[in-house]
């Protein structure tokens, strides 16, 4: 038996060797470092207008959702924020679930099938790729944004239905997908168009409605959506956004709807309240743009390769894993804190720093990473 972790022990070491052994790192509630690299896109994982809301939640439906959905998992506070959830991104029918992982996993899995071809961007985020694993449908991967490419897929294709998977925003360069041409493709061929929508929730498109609903095809019954509610939203959890008749199987077939506990209260009151005020304050997502602008300009400044933002995402493409590594703590020393993507997050030859835009950064802050990024970069 002493020699049964020998194997763990050597992958292990391996990914020591190489640069990309990961650790998770506890932060502190309240913290001086100017915080790049996560998620909070709209600023309002503090704001009180969303925290009571996610007390006043808890206190009124308890911690805990109790079961699953179809148990005694679905709350009051569930149906609501799948109204507006659907309402606010332009569409009929939305279906809450404990994140945008297992929504993900949802609705790919209940929509695929061996009569299905799915056709998936390269660059799609590890849930499309886990979920498109988890099909019995053959699947064709195609290059990064290649209209033409998703086009001869479904041309080629030997089934007689097919899914097209995509993220809105991709989640390390930040580009957005050219989702009206591939809804016109998909729609050419008979085939259904799943989007993603993780980054472009809150920053991408009039009032933060996202990829979608900026492309106009916001609506179509031949489109869902997937969203999350832990980026510019400020909580936890997904959904699945579309036609009823999309959510009406899920229910009945989605494996992490059916058999996952439902999502907590204090999410869904954090969620809801998040909504209110970004449809109350509609500028917050060009301020989240605006910021991204001026990020990639300072990264551009200092001859680093990057890209232009179209949502929050700027990285600071460095291409080796340990210089990327040391960047990354080298900026935590001096006061900021940027994410750090290496494979097989990103290819070989990729690994970047990558900085998330807020809409509540100041020029103060900007000036800040100006300061520490030449400082670590030049």
């Known amino acids: ?45 503090h704001d009180r207008r969303v925290t009571s809301a996610a007390g006043e939640a808890a206190r009124t439906w308890g911690a805990g959702a109790t079961g699953s959905r ?4 679905t709350i009051e506070l569930h ?92 989640s390390v360069d930040g580009d957005l997908a050219p989702l009206a041409a591939l809804h016109a493709a998909s729609r050419a061929h008979g085939a259904l168009l799943i989007v993603d929508e993780a980054h472009a929730l809150g920053v991408v498109g009039d009032g933060g409605r996202g990829g979608v609903h900026a492309a106009g095809i916001a609506g179509e019954p031949d489109v ?8 510019s939203l400020a ?21 992490t709807f059916i058999f996952d506990t439902g999502l907590a209260p204090a999410s869904a009151g954090a969620a809801l309240a998040a909504l209110d005020i970004l449809i109350a304050e509609p500028d917050l997502p060009f301020a989240v743009r605006s910021n991204a602008d001026a990020l990639a300009a300072i990264v551009a400044g200092l001859g680093v390769e990057t890209v232009k933002p179209d949502a929050a995402v700027v990285p600071a493409i460095l ?16 006061g900021v804190r940027v994410g750090c993507f290496r ?36």
């Open 1 to 45: 038996m002493s020699g049964a972790l020998d194997r763990v022990r050597e992958l292990l070491a391996a990914r020591e060797a190489a640069g990309l052994r990961r650790f998770p790192k506890a932060r502190p509630a309240h913290e001086t470092v100017l915080d790049l690299a996560g998620n909070d896109y709209l600023g309002l994982t």
């Open 70 to 73: 179809l148990v005694t998992g």
């Open 79 to 170: 149906l609501e924020l799948e109204q507006r959830l659907a309402s606010f991104m332009g569409s009929s029918s939305a279906l809450v679930f404990g994140s945008g992982y297992a929504a993900n996993l949802a609705v790919v899995t209940a929509l695929a099938g061996p009569d299905v071809t799915v056709v998936a961007d390269a660059s799609n985020h590890a849930s499309l790729i886990d979920a498109c694993r988890l099909t019995r449908s053959p699947v064709e991967v195609v290059p990064h944004r290649d209209v033409a490419a998703i086009g001869r897929a479904l041309t080629g294709r030997e089934t007689e239905h097919a899914l097209v998977v995509t993220d809105s925003v991709f």
């Open 224 to 231: 869902v959506q997937t969203v999350t509610l832990s980026k």
């Open 235 to 255: 909580a936890q959890g997904g959904a699945v956004i579309g036609d009823p008749a999309v959510t009406d199987l899920l229910i009945s077939t989605a494996r």
């Open 319 to 334: 291409g080796d894993p340990l210089r990327a590594v040391a960047a990354a703590a080298a900026c935590l020393e001096l």
């Open 343 to 378: 494979p097989p997050s990103v290819p070989e030859g990729r690994s970047c720093l990558r900085l998330t835009s807020r809409a509540d950064l100041r020029t103060a802050d900007l000036e800040q990473v100006q300061s520490v990024l030449t400082t670590v970069l030049l």
